[in-house]
């Protein structure tokens, strides 16, 4: 298959059987060529391929179809022609992808001054003017798995998105220029610089109704080579049981173990969907691209845009699939028990006593022919009481009010003067 568009390619013949269901591999997937996006799968130690990851699509798409095929010796289709057999299909062509921004901020500035011409040698005097926009963005680059060729029967689903920041500048000169002869020419030079960085990764990954973990790290490199990426997917209910690995160079080959009670089909187009087509490096590029495509100097701050088919409309269309979980997926799910984290922070808060705020208010509303109780809490001697304690010019309190009949013992609070406090008097 060539880089610009493709028909579909017959898998080489193997006297290898496809992989089964919970037997693990470890399988090598090489790039066919420079021009060419369809990968050879080769067992581990052999140079002939067992399997061929077709790509199908065309640049006009934002990605491809790639379908796992593989060819038993002498298999030929109805006319006798070289066939071979889909085991299954990742469909990356871009269709569920998402991307939003929002405009955070910009500036405008003009300025008039002398510009170095290194032509000519001399200062010139010319007009700058220059336009900043800074924004940030999210992008959900999604993929669905399926069973059959005509992908009609799904079988997982990917998505992976990431959020970074965007800034972009534009700088105009018009420069007046005098030669040598007393010739005056108008030049026009213009200068334009972005930054798009990627701050964080958020993976999504589903197989057979079962929701998988993803975590990634990077090692070596330097600079003439490549850093090793490695990723890492496992059950997320059973985290120590791993589904896959696989570990490559995020362009041209990688290595992918596939482990027991996992469907290695569904696990080499994850795997090469994740490692090969949507690692950080493809992931920001694509990125890059769109904030090249939406975005335009001069937008007012928070100006937001949404392109594209958002999370929810997404997980409702395509997170709901037949394919039934798998037994051992399912003892997995219920063999499951969560932890629950202990609250420390709450259980070393000293308790409060809250008896003197509640008992306050009760002083204030006694009846005829009550005695009116002691409260329970003591102040110390310096602490101030606000609602005893009247200051100067104060509104005497509603509880100093007795009514006929009614006998008020005198609060221990009341005892404790504070020094520069006045004492409320009882009201005859």
Same mark, same amino acid.
């Given at each position: ?65 790639? @379908?796992?095929? $593989? !060819? ?29 921004? !929002? ?11 002398? $510009? ?75 200068? !334009? ?5 990627? !701050?964080?990764?958020? @993976? ?89 495509? $939406? ?7 928070? $100006? ?16 709901? @699939? ?107």
């Amino acid at each position: 298959m060539g880089c610009c568009g493709s028909s579909e390619a017959v898998a080489p013949e193997t006297e290898l059987p496809p992989p089964e269901w919970g037997k693990p591999i470890k399988v090598t997937m090489k790039k066919k060529g420079v021009f060419s996006a369809d990968y050879n799968i080769y067992t581990e130690g052999s140079e002939t391929p067992w399997m061929l990851l077709d790509a199908v699509g065309s640049m006009w798409d934002s990605g491809y179809s790639y @379908y796992l095929k $593989h !060819r038993s010796a002498g298999q030929v289709d109805a006319e006798g022609k070289p066939t071979s057999t889909v085991l299954g299909a990742v469909n990356i062509k871009g269709d569920w992808d998402a991307f939003s921004f !929002r405009v955070s901020g910009g500036n405008r500035d003009v300025d008039i001054g002398p $510009h170095f011409d290194f032509w000519d040698g001399d200062v010139d005097w010319g007009l700058t003017s220059s336009k900043k926009l800074w924004a940030v963005w999210t992008f959900s680059k999604r993929a669905l798995l399926f069973k059959d060729h005509e992908q009609k029967e799904q079988i997982g689903w990917l998505d992976i998105t990431g959020s970074g920041t965007w800034f972009e500048e534009e700088i105009q000169r018009v420069v007046h220029d005098t030669d040598a002869d007393g010739r005056t020419t108008t030049r026009y030079e213009t200068e !334009r610089h972005t930054d798009c960085k990627t !701050r964080g990764f958020r @993976y999504k990954f589903n197989v057979f109704n079962t929701p998988m973990l993803i975590k990634y790290s990077k090692s070596g490199g330097s600079f003439w080579s490549s850093p090793t990426l490695n990723f890492h997917a496992a059950n997320a209910f059973a985290p120590d049981i791993p589904l896959f690995t696989v570990s490559g160079n995020g362009e041209s080959n990688c290595t992918i173990n596939t482990f027991e009670h996992s469907d290695p089909v569904s696990s080499l187009l994850a795997a090469y969907a994740i490692s090969c087509k949507l690692d950080p490096k493809e992931f920001g590029n694509k990125a890059q691209g769109k904030c090249e495509c $939406h975005m335009r100097l001069g937008m007012p701050p928070g $100006h937001s845009e949404m392109i594209g088919m958002d999370e929810a409309q997404f997980e409702a269309t395509f997170t709901k @699939y037949p394919a039934p979980v798998p037994a051992v997926f399912a003892a997995q799910v219920a063999a499951f028990v969560p932890v629950t984290p202990v609250p420390m922070m709450v259980a070393a808060m000293p308790v409060q006593q809250p008896m003197m705020v509640q008992q306050q208010p009760m002083m204030m509303q006694q009846q005829p022919g009550m005695v009116q109780q002691q409260p329970m809490m003591q102040p110390q001697p310096g602490m101030q009481q606000p609602m005893m304690m009247q200051q100067p010019g104060m509104q005497q309190p509603m509880m100093m009010q007795q009514q006929p009949g009614m006998v008020q013992q005198q609060p221990m609070m009341m005892q404790q003067q504070q020094p520069g406090m006045v004492m409320a008097q009882p009201m005859s």
